[in-house]
């Protein structure tokens, strides 16, 4: 920690483990309310340093947010990154709060945003959960009849949007009855009735500038639900995740005890903000940690963006790690002498860090400059990833550790540490955060329960369906499968969900099969399930199968995915896992598709 955090108040967590006790203690955290007292206290300590690197020209002020170059901007990714300091950030939170509320915006208002990843999404967010009202971030893939439903839901009556969304939203708005008024983030045309955020977010200053503050001292409950997350929008009756300042603080506090962040990382921000994960651990945190984020311009663009940001940290799901692993060895690979030479560093790295001594940064030089040159973690989350692929980035300098989240636990549950970590597995459980098992089979596994004060308070309006997740004794359960190992790291099986059971009593983790399934060459992506064949349920497997390899295959490159003769060479690959597994687990059958899975915002296959 700083010096310079000295005045503030540091958060001490009771740690009851001695092993982390002592060989690896806790990192210290300032003690925080809620998010505003966390956003006055980083204005003191990080006022002048950047809080964001953005590539717009208004949020940016290189251009007036209603000038002729306003009225024609284009998405330009050739532009340089601009930063915000957090002076400014925290200046235009409370210029924009201070207009909403004097439009009459209040703790009986639900404000909807449903937007790319943007500055002004970033403003609106703080602006709103600071005591004004109930914030309801929107997965802006959403569909139009999801949309609907999920904003009467939320009784939502103020739609915060950008143009990505205009269309959609156009078609629906006769379908929206609460919603009182509609602010779009880029500039409307002419005849356009919507207001504009930097309109709104000057008369926000004007109002300042005349002595109106009274929007900084708006009460605040931290136990009060400000924050509405939706986990679904397909039913009828969509489950509202409703959070409260203190699940966001502890979560803040408890994240930065465990993994070390601070004023000099760089985060590149790529994952969709609506989702808690990106919410609370690649914005929030870094508010509060006084770290800089950097806006991705998109997928194809993030390691040019890493090299242009000389990034730190990247918040991240399992499968662009596994993107940054292939194409990083699709380049080695082609040149047999620079093959040989990676592998021989591999083993000398790998000698020398028994013995204390760390050379990857010098041995795998060109590697690290291919993302920037700066890159010291990699955090991944969303979904489970294979230890092998967190310990071959590990191996090349690039310190990658996973976590355990749900949204009802906003979301963080468990984490590993910066220098106590275990690659097979989600992580420690949070400080002051009580993980058990309940229910275990004849090999210790059952369902993962949690509780502490980063649980939600329920489900909006919804009793019944908070009674099934959070028992009398206050244990949120998360439907996951899986058990603690001797240091008391979480390890998941699977989904609770997705367990199939044989005739015989007999249960199988679909996930640990198809783990096994996607280690194999011609096998991109594959599901798992049980299938009834002479009444008894066997194990059936749907793969996707990986183009390249197959190309790379004399006798099937070319071939369609769905070929007869990829099948059997895929049958081939199945049958060695079926050997490494016991007879019930055996994959019984196979199909394959010719596209890759349908997948959530989480990069999550759709499994049903």
């Given amino acids: 920690m700083t010096n310079q955090n000295s005045e503030f108040k540091l958060h001490d967590f009771a740690v009851e483990n001695e092993l982390e006790k002592y060989r690896y203690p806790l990192d210290d955290v300032r003690e925080i309310r809620d998010l505003r007292d966390m956003a006055q206290q980083s204005e003191k300590l990080y006022g002048d340093r950047n809080a964001y690197l953005l590539k717009d020209p208004i949020a940016t002020r290189q251009i007036a947010p209603r000038s002729e170059e306003a009225k024609n901007l284009k998405v330009d990714h050739s532009r340089p990154y601009v930063g915000v300091t957090f002076k400014q950030f925290f200046a235009d939170v409370r210029a924009y709060g201070t207009a909403l509320k004097n439009m009459g915006i209040n703790m009986k208002s639900r404000v909807a945003i449903i937007a790319e990843t943007r500055y002004e999404w970033y403003v609106s967010y703080l602006a709103v959960v600071n005591g004004l009202a109930v914030v309801v971030p929107l997965d802006k893939e959403l569909p139009a009849n999801e949309i609907v439903n999920l904003m009467n839901s939320a009784e939502a009556d103020y739609l915060l949007f950008s143009n990505l969304k205009k269309d959609v939203i156009e078609g629906i708005r006769d379908q929206m009855p609460t919603v009182k008024q509609y602010i779009n983030f880029d500039l409307p045309k002419e005849g356009e009735t919507d207001l504009y955020f930097w309109d709104i977010l000057q008369e926000g200053e004007k109002a300042r500038e005349a002595g109106d503050v009274t929007y900084d001292t708006l009460p605040i409950d931290p136990n009060e639900m400000h924050i509405l997350l939706f986990t679904s929008g397909t039913v009828s009756k969509p489950k509202g995740v409703m959070l409260c300042h203190h699940n966001i603080c502890t979560n803040l506090m408890g994240m930065c005890s465990l993994l070390y962040i601070d004023e000099n990382d760089r985060f590149l921000s790529v994952l969709p903000l609506h989702h808690t994960y990106e919410c609370t651990c690649g914005y929030l945190c870094q508010l509060y940690r006084g770290s800089c984020v950097a806006v991705s311009s998109g997928l194809r663009y993030i390691v040019q963006n890493m090299k242009e940001t000389k990034t730190t940290i990247i918040l991240v799901v399992p499968l662009m790690i596994e993107a940054f692993y292939r194409g990083i060895m699709r380049k080695i690979t082609d040149n047999p002498k620079q093959h040989r030479k990676f592998k021989f560093g591999l083993a000398l790295s790998r000698f020398l860090l028994k013995i204390g001594i760390d050379i990857r940064p010098k041995l795998f030089k060109q590697i690290h400059e291919g993302f920037g040159g700066h890159l010291r973690l990699i955090i991944s989350g969303g979904a489970a990833?294979?230890?092998?692929?967190?310990?071959?980035?590990?191996?090349?300098?690039?310190?990658?550790?996973?976590?355990?989240?749900?949204?009802?636990?906003?979301?963080?549950?468990?984490?590993?540490?910066?220098?106590?970590?275990?690659?097979?597995?989600?992580?420690?459980?949070?400080?002051?955060?009580?993980?058990?098992?309940?229910?275990?089979?004849?090999?210790?596994?059952?369902?993962?329960?949690?509780?502490?004060?980063?649980?939600?308070?329920?489900?909006?309006r919804n009793e019944e369906k908070?009674?099934?997740?959070?028992?009398?004794?206050?244990?949120?359960?998360?439907?996951?499968?899986?058990?603690?190992?001797?240091?008391?790291?979480?390890?998941?099986?699977?989904?609770?969900?997705?367990?199939?059971?044989?005739?015989?009593?007999?249960?199988?983790?679909?996930?640990?099969?198809?783990?096994?399934?996607?280690?194999?060459?011609?096998?991109?992506?594959?599901?798992?399930?049980?299938?009834?064949?002479?009444?008894?349920?066997?194990?059936?497997?749907?793969?996707?199968?990986?183009?390249?390899?197959?190309?790379?295959?004399?006798?099937?490159?070319g071939l369609e995915l769905t070929d007869d003769r990829v099948l059997a060479k895929i049958q081939e690959q199945v049958k060695e896992v079926n050997r490494k597994l016991v007879n019930y687990k055996a994959v019984h059958s196979v199909s394959l598709r010719d596209t890759e899975f349908p997948k959530n915002t989480s990069r999550k296959i759709k499994r049903f």
């Fill in 385 to 460: 990833i294979e230890p092998s692929l967190i310990k071959n980035m590990q191996d090349m300098g690039f310190h990658t550790v996973q976590g355990y989240g749900l949204t009802e636990c906003a979301p963080i549950l468990a984490l590993n540490r910066t220098h106590f970590y275990n690659n097979r597995a989600a992580g420690l459980p949070m400080p002051n955060v009580e993980v058990k098992i309940v229910d275990p089979d004849e090999d210790g596994i059952g369902e993962i329960v949690g509780r502490g004060d980063n649980v939600m308070l329920g489900y909006y």
């Fill in 466 to 557: 908070t009674r099934e997740v959070i028992d009398e004794e206050g244990f949120y359960h998360t439907g996951d499968l899986g058990y603690l190992d001797e240091n008391d790291f979480v390890i998941i099986t699977g989904r609770k969900a997705n367990l199939i059971v044989t005739r015989n009593g007999k249960n199988i983790f679909p996930e640990e099969i198809e783990f096994l399934l996607n280690l194999q060459p011609l096998i991109q992506e594959s599901v798992v399930s049980g299938k009834t064949v002479n009444n008894d349920i066997v194990v059936h497997a749907e793969i996707f199968p990986n183009r390249d390899a197959v190309d790379a295959d004399p006798e099937l490159k």
